[in-house]
């Protein structure tokens, strides 16, 4: 099974809504990422969780927070978004030590 | 610094032509990775081939091919007889040697947009 899922595939959510993203792969990868991707622009970092502890945190605001309960989920909480927020949010998960990232199919966003 | 560039924006083609997405890397580690993803409209990012650093051979897939030169820093991807179903937006990424604190982060250039007309 080489395949990073992630649910739900579209969201709509206002700025006072509380919601999180799902991401989930069963490849026993113990290195898992969330990107941020704005229209015709390049995904960029957020997070990146190592054995189930956050290891690396791109300065994201307080609003987004991720959740890595077990080896195989990540989860992401929204919290009082922001319209600019609006954006592709994909998963993605590899091995240690190892270059290859899996890419889930992305949740697509939208603050109103 | 700019770790990928790809400079061509947007390129538009004719079904059955050649086409080539250029991409330019910089790095000083001599333990690298390169990687193509495709991304067509549905957003999915789908990998397409990752070469090593210590590995300048070429290699071709099916329509595919992709031209590693450490000389120039280039990675370049050529589709051959490019079909409508190319159409999508095309990303090189460099990941460097894993150092724990990078975690073999992704860098990734600014995309090339490529439409193939019918």
């Known amino acids: 099974d080489t395949e990073v899922t992630q649910t739900p595939k579209h969201l709509v959510m206002g700025m006072t809504n509380k919601k999180s993203l799902k991401c989930e792969q069963h490849?026993?990868?113990?290195?898992m990422y969330w990107y941020k991707q704005k229209a015709k622009k390049p995904p960029e970092l957020m997070f990146v969780?190592?054995?189930?502890?956050?290891?690396i945190n791109e300065s994201v605001p307080s609003r987004f927070s991720p959740e890595c309960p077990n080896s195989s989920l990540l989860n992401l909480h929204l919290h009082a978004l922001q319209p600019e927020d609006s954006a592709l949010y994909l998963c993605?998960?590899?091995?240690?030590?190892?270059?290859?990232?899996?890419f889930g199919p992305g949740t697509r966003l939208t603050v109103t | 610094a700019q770790k990928v560039t790809q400079a061509q924006t947007e390129i538009s083609v004719v079904e059955k032509e050649d086409v080539t997405l250029d991409c330019v890397y910089e790095?000083?580690?001599?333990?690298?990775?390169l990687f193509w993803y495709k991304q067509p409209p549905s957003g999915e990012l789908v990998f397409l081939i990752r070469?090593?650093?210590?590995?300048?051979q070429n290699e071709i897939s099916g329509r595919y091919s992709w031209n590693f030169q450490k000389s120039t820093s280039s990675f370049n991807f050529t589709i051959t007889a490019s079909q409508v179903v190319d159409s999508a937006v095309y990303f090189c990424a460099l990941s460097e040697e894993d150092r724990g604190s990078t975690l073999g982060r992704l860098y990734f250039g600014r995309g090339t947009q490529l439409t193939v007309w019918p």
């Open positions: 490849m026993g990868h113990r290195a």
């Open positions: 969780y190592s054995y189930e502890k956050l290891s």
């Open positions: 790095t000083r580690d001599t333990t690298y990775y």
């Open positions: 070469r090593n650093s210590f590995d300048e």
């Open positions: 993605a998960s590899s091995h240690l030590g190892r270059p290859e990232k899996y």
